[in-house]
């Protein structure tokens, strides 16, 4: 059976990666890998399902266990990567997906180098304005302070092996798709690899 890949998926709020991923996790093939994090938990969200969700103290433990193959602080909570499951789901042929922002990504980069890495964009900074205000969900202070940070992430997208631009929704899965599928074709080992 041939090994999965490990594909690490970064973008800035409000491009939509949630309902890219949500589509393509429905196929067996992928195991999307749930984080820990210190942040609270959203309405709706159950703990082991959309995040492990931990106190500061707990966090801290696993990280002197060495427990996460990466960890960030974001916006002032910790969120990382357990080890643990990854290693299963790879053997098994699963592809496993990391929904990480840029410094984990950074991470990863490092300690995993034949990951692929897969940056979603939003077509333009002010439809990504656009989107958050439609929303509705945040204040206006909230929303500039996320452009901005959207704006820091982008500029790093091209330590990314693709860049999907999230446009019209169906392109962007069949782009998702695309990339996947050329990954598991793949031959030549990225170059850290060779
Ligand atoms: P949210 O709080 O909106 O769910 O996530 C905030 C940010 O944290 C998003 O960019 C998300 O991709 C990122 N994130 C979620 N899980 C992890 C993780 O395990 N590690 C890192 N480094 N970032 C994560």
Request: glycine share 0%; hydrophobic share 15%; proline share 0%.
């Given at each position: 059976m041939q090994r999965g890949r490990l594909i690490v998926v970064s973008a800035p709020s409000g491009c939509g990666k949630g309902t890219i991923l949500s589509e393509i996790l429905k196929e067996q093939k992928y195991y999307y890998s749930v984080s820990a994090t210190t942040r609270q938990p959203r309405e709706g969200e159950q703990d082991g399902v959309q995040y492990r969700f931990l106190t500061r103290p707990q966090f801290e433990s696993l990280i002197g266990e060495n427990a996460f193959l990466e960890h960030a602080e974001y916006c002032g909570n910790y969120y990382g990567t357990l080890s643990a499951p990854i290693e299963e789901h790879l053997s098994a042929g699963q592809h496993v997906i990391l929904e990480i922002e840029v410094e984990g990504a950074r991470q990863i980069r490092e300690r995993c180098p034949d990951a692929c890495f897969v940056f979603i964009a939003p077509p333009g900074i002010e439809v990504l304005r656009e989107r958050l205000m439609k929303r509705g969900t945040e204040t206006p202070e909230v929303i500039a302070g996320r452009v901005a940070q959207a704006e820091r992430e982008l500029?790093?997208?091209?330590?990314?092996d693709y860049c999907i631009v999230n446009d019209v929704l169906e392109d962007a899965i069949a782009d998702f798709r695309t990339i996947v599928r050329a990954e598991e074709l793949r031959c030549r080992k990225p170059a850290q690899q060779r």
């Open positions: 500029s790093m997208k091209e330590q990314y």
